[in-house]
């Protein structure tokens, strides 16, 4: 089966056999907001960010297929607000105090929340988790406090790394990442892994350790453009 | 025959943070007791434990919207003592200097313009809607222009040495993370020298007011004490950002002397007492009841040997000149010696500016880590103590922190008694501008109570269970 097209917004979209949604946006620089999905790992469909309306249906952008003649909603005032809303949720569920945090302006739920005009606290309450900070490892330490369980480190160590030095835990809202150990220091995780690096993690979670505030203000990735930013600007090349 | 009374000044108002103050008057109108209530309770010495040491220098700042970069420094310092680190790239500790010259200069006109100028332009009697910056701007358009372009190059200063002009992130374990760009310099350059001569005719003013009230300065909450700053080693110079201790008496004698700063529990204490969240240092040797010093503008007038720049050394010296003693004691005195600091902070802005150091790219040190750091600095209020313990996972497992308005918590409150006595004891009618006097008392000091009030755990708190009249039912105390 050859090419195909379909809609994003009005915008008539080529997409080859058995790419999805967002893999079809991203290659003409329509950028479809995410958080649990990044190149080089398998979707996952988790965090629901990437929500569009595809023929009427909610779907996930990362994991659903692209067909002939989809219409799909993307940017609109109703999926936006939905998409805050699962962003405000995230920042209630853990403890993301961005104005200490070290990946503050590296970070991409800080990013997230900024793009879609998350201005001010939201509506629902804080749970305020006390979860403590394993810094055992010599070079690692993972602080669980800004975990948003997106599941980018379980599978970049799962299927990049050959590890698994990361898995969930719990079940329902108890459900979390863990370290396939009694401590990140008894894992063989180590500060090379792709698991670790400062792409995974979309927060300020897993933190490689003395790196710190060495990068400065005004040098950060989303200091000065907007989260997305890399896949909007191919629309004007 | 009158009932004993209670007088309750809250908020006190333009200082940093929440405070109150009260007064108890007996049967007869006179004041029996007055003490400074710090009502707000912060905990960082408490809340750090277990965060990461590179994160401490930016967390700590929080403590502070005012000085945050003296909390930056301070703690940045103890963690290069923690990190292995005793000597800095030269980029990287003058950029940090750099930093500290500029957060100085702002807070200090920020203090003496916008917190104490409408008491000292329209007198502490003027009605309260008067005593507020607004009426500064109105009246005097120049000064309060000034004013607020002064704080701004202070501001400047601050965010392009540390990112932001608050809560930076720049100061980091070994080192700095940026150096100043020679463009920014330009900008610099265009603008300090009209700083100077701005820094010149506050001072004048500061000056002129102190010589033309001399009489009411000299009797208005003046009393002597000790004093105690950070000197240079070696000549006792005026240093801002490092140094080691000194402390003198009310006469100019020395109790100690370069004392090198990391040990400065062997010679300090701290008291905890129930009325307050703030803590009360002392000299170990002396004890609490006249071991108490202070710290400030004024305190690093009277300790310092000289000042290394000529603008402000002059300065300094006319201000010993004039008050014909050994050491000045006039709590009011703080506003000139505030604004001879603001001198000296504009001549080492230029120095710096001029120095092609901070156009370096060697920014970071590394060493062998250590399990403990001090680090201390004079922030604009006075004395600032950082210390830090940190286990082998590099997390903190102990803070104490002793900031500049806890270590002037016992003058601060005989201030308070000793203007309370003369302006309130015994007036057949307690006005709002004899209150204001109390508060001038204290704004003097320029005190950041927020920053002062973290002895979670070491209060000796006490619990009392009163019935419908009033009566106690029942007590429960515990000591510290």
Known sequence: MSGFSFQIDGVEVTAKPGQTIMEAADEVGIYIPRLCDHEGLRHQGGCRVCTVKAGGRSVAACTQPAAPDLVVENETPHINKLRRDLVGMLFNEGNHLCPICEASGNCELQAMAYRLGMTEPTKFPYLEPCRPVDASHPDIALDNNRCISCGRCVRASQDVDGKGIFGYVGRGIHRHIAANGPDLRHTDAEVTDFAISAEVCPVGCIIRKREGFARPIGERDYDDHLIGYDIEKKRDE | MAEPRLIEISPVTRVEGHGKVTIHLDKDGMVDEARLHIVEFRGFERFIHGRLLWEVPVIVQRLCGICPVSHHLAAAKAMDVICGVDQLPHTAEKMRRLMHYGQVMQSHVLHFFHLAAPDLLFGFDAPADRRNIFEVLREKPELGRRAIMMRKFGQDIIEATAGKKIHGTAAIPGGINRNLPIETRDGFLKTVAEMQDWALDALALARDYTLDHAEMVGGFAAFPSKYMSLVREGDGALDLYHGNLRMIDAEGGTIFDQLPYDRYHEVLVEDVRSWSYMKFPFIKEIGPDTGWY??????????????????????????????????????????????????????????????????????????????????????????????YKVDENDQVTYCNLIVSTTHNNEGMNRAVKDVAVKHISGQPEITEGMLNHVEVAIRAYDPCLSCATHALGQMPLEVELLDAAGQTLDKRARAT
């Open chain 2, 294 to 387: 202070r710290v400030g503008p004024l305190a690093r007038m009277n300790t310092v040997s000289l000042i290394d720049t000529p603008l402000a050394n002059a300065a300094r010296e006319e201000l010993m000149a004039a008050h014909g003693t050994v050491k000045v004691h006039a709590v009011l005195a703080n506003h000139w010696a505030r604004m001879i600091e603001v001198l000296h902070c504009v001549e080492k802005i230029t120095e710096l500016l001029h120095d092609p150091d901070l156009q370096g790219t060697d920014l970071k040190a590394t060493g062998d880590r250590r399990e403990e750091g001090i680090g201390v600095i004079e922030a604009p209020r006075g004395n600032l103590i950082h210390h």
